[in-house]
């Protein structure tokens, strides 16, 4: 394999970990999988997990941008729209289809009582079909490079000009609540995945020193918005809604050059049997993921530590998924229907 593929395959797979790590510790907010409350507080925990999504999905959008320009520039693929986009179509929402209605829908109306509204809302309006919101967004930001988005050239004035577009579009979508079939995610996710391709053309310019200068850029405004958070003026807290993508910009800039010189420098094995399931498996593995954490969730809350309670439902639920995947990969039938 090509070794920028190396390295694109090696972020995804981590990115898609961490995720599982990320839903994990949510419990703990007071503010997800609301059907029990947590008996032992632990905002520490929920702190981590808020940390985490501040660069978990934007780097695997950036990744999957990056590899959508190394596929068109250097290999001449992405040349035939609506082949392309039915492809995608293909991959993305006929797993969403039949993940919803198998998998994600059955259990989220057992567990929040979901009424026919809700479900039509959620999951065939798509504005909160739990973890396969990322699904539609991908399908939604691949459509709109694919017909216009790779006509913008990256250049530092076309960052800056998206940034503020996609930032600002996408707070006043989320400020009215419309996200209907992902829209606001999807003009958000846009910044991301072009970043992908910004990355692309100039990753030769990543160097060591600007690294260090970013992580220290990020620690810095990460700290502020936290404070400014703490203060909670509102005024402020609209202001750092502009700030946070900057944020995230800079940790994935980082996370893809120590990704990228752990792969150069061979510091991983990715010829790792279990490593080789993990990225063969990983988007089986989101798929089915977060189901499994609530019923951890029952079974642990109040029982055991909270870090003990999080890192044993990270591990039954990647152990369980990544076999659900394997097990499904077997049948020619379900390994189309879920994109396996």
């Not at 419990?27 to 905002?43: E, H, M, R, T």
């Not at 990355?199 to 400014?228: D, G, N, P, Q, R």
């Not at 080789?276 to 189901?291: A, K, P, T, V, W």
């Amino acid at each position: 394999m090509d070794r920028k593929l190396n390295n694109i395959s090696f972020i995804k797979t981590i990115m898609m970990i961490i995720i599982v790590l990320y839903h994990s510790m949510l419990f703990f907010g007071n503010n997800w999988f609301l059907y029990v409350k947590p008996i032992y507080s632990a905002d520490y925990i929920y702190n981590v997990a808020l940390w985490m999504n501040s660069f978990h999905v934007q780097t695997f959008a950036m990744a999957s941008g990056f590899l959508f320009y190394y596929l068109r520039i250097e290999n001449n693929k992405y040349k035939n729209p609506k082949k392309d986009i039915i492809k995608r179509a293909k991959r993305l929402l006929i797993p969403y289809l039949f993940t919803s209605l198998l998998w994600v829908m059955p259990i989220a109306v057992y567990f929040f009582n979901y009424s026919l509204k809700d479900v039509v809302i959620n999951f065939v309006l798509m504005k909160n079909p739990n973890q396969l919101w990322f699904l539609i967004m991908l399908f939604l930001v691949f459509v709109f490079f694919e017909l216009f988005g790779y006509k913008i050239k990256m250049s530092f004035k076309n960052l800056i000009i998206i940034y503020l577009l996609c930032t600002g579009i996408g707070l006043i979508l989320g400020f009215i609540g419309f996200n209907y079939f992902q829209l606001s995610q999807s003009i958000k996710y846009i910044l991301y995945f072009y970043f992908g391709g910004f990355i692309y053309k100039y990753k030769e310019l990543i160097t060591a020193k600007k690294i260090i200068i970013m992580l220290f850029s990020a620690i810095i405004l990460y700290a502020f918005c936290i404070y400014v958070n703490y203060i909670d003026i509102k005024m402020f807290n609209y202001g750092i809604k502009l700030i946070e993508p900057l944020i995230s910009l800079l940790e994935v800039t980082v996370i893809y050059y120590l990704c990228t010189k752990m792969v150069d420098y061979k510091r991983v094995n990715l010829n790792n049997k279990m490593y080789r399931l993990l990225e063969d498996n990983s988007f089986g593995i989101y798929l089915f993921h977060q189901q499994i954490i609530y019923f951890m969730i029952l079974l642990l809350n109040g029982i055991v530590h909270p870090i003990v309670q999080v890192l044993l439902s990270f591990a039954t639920s990647l152990t369980i998924s990544l076999l659900i995947s394997m097990l499904l990969k077997k049948n020619k039938v379900l390994k189309f229907i879920f994109g396996l």
